[in-house]
């Protein structure tokens, strides 16, 4: 297990995301909006936007998917139906995802 999964998160086994199988990697997905994250498996080739819909189903149920964007090393995934590898995501990966509109501080 890589270094992500040894971090603190509700639950202390990852989330599968599909079927991840063999060579699988394990991702953290961190919301600052709810100072929480989401521990998830997932195949290499599983895309990024079932990633992010994965984490929100985890974190934040009623959060609609097109409110937020997913980051990973400070970029914003584009093309959210690229593969996990095809993004540049490796295995113990950390990816942010975020509102897409700056929200007022109260």
């Known amino acids: 297990m890589p ?10 086994a990852p989330i599968a995301v599909g079927t991840p199988g ?14 929480d994250v989401a521990l998830l498996s997932a ?4 895309s990024v936007s079932a990633v992010k819909r994965a984490a929100l ?5 009623q959060a609609d998917a097109s409110e ?10 584009l093309d959210e139906n690229i593969s996990l590898e095809n993004s540049g995501a490796r295995n113990g990966s950390i990816f942010l995802l975020t509102h897409r509109r700056r929200r007022p501080v109260r």
Do not use: Q
């Open 22 to 35: 063999v060579g699988a990697f394990t991702i953290r997905v961190e919301v600052p909006e709810r100072w």
């Open 57 to 61: 189903r985890e974190v934040l149920p």
């Open 43 to 46: 195949a290499p080739t599983t």
């Open 68 to 77: 937020y964007v997913i980051k990973l090393r400070g970029f914003e995934v």
């Open 3 to 12: 270094f992500v999964a040894s971090l603190r998160t509700a639950k202390e």
